[in-house]
């Protein structure tokens, strides 16, 4: 793993400053997540850029009694023609599978779309719609995203195991996920 893919620490962001961002966007639901782009930007890659390919962004997850931060990626690994980057917004997901197109043993338990999202692609057009944009773990040497959310994978267990205990002890189905720029 290169020395810059992934932060030293985990993100340190108060969770009053958190709960602001979800009060801003109207969301009252017990469980949420909130992603940040660019996270890290001014500390990792290209200064004041928002790089591509590391785990420079953050998702926290909000629930009664919980905040827990992880290091993520909110971008596609590359840059490619056509390919897609969730836009900035209020975006819901429900447990599911990801790589459900994938052998049976490729597949694994993962945030899913419970909704459409919109998405910007590479080369300028913007559409929305149900594109299996997921929310899943990532490696130590790639972002392992076309588009997805990815979670570090030492910390993938603990992320996906919390967010599902989280909706189960809240008698939520869909966890909205809010997703800004840093």
């Not at 993100?11 to 996270?39: C, F, M, N, S």
């Not at 997921?134 to 130590?140: D, E, L, T």
Request: with cysteine.
């Amino acid at each position: 793993m290169s020395a810059t893919m992934k932060p030293a620490s985990t993100p340190k962001q108060l969770v009053t400053d958190t709960l602001k961002l979800l009060e801003d966007h109207q969301i009252t639901t017990a469980v949420a997540l909130v992603g940040i782009r660019g996270y890290y930007k001014k500390s990792m890659g290209k200064p004041a850029v928002n790089d591509r390919g590391i785990y420079d962004d953050a998702i926290f997850l909000v629930a009664p009694g919980c905040y827990m931060a992880f290091n993520a990626n909110t971008d596609p690994s590359y840059y490619k023609p056509g390919i897609a980057t969730l836009t900035a917004g209020v975006w819901q997901y429900k447990i599911g599978i990801h790589n459900l197109s994938k052998p049976k043993h490729r597949q694994y338990k993962a945030l899913v779309q419970a909704a459409k999202v919109t998405v910007s692609r590479d080369g300028g057009k913007v559409e929305s719609g149900y594109f299996g944009l997921n929310i899943h773990k990532g490696s130590r040497n790639s972002t392992s995203s076309q588009g997805c959310q990815t979670i570090w994978p030492e910390q993938w267990e603990a992320f996906i195991a919390s967010v599902e205990m989280q909706l189960k002890k809240n008698q939520q189905k869909v966890v909205p996920y809010l997703l800004g720029e840093g």
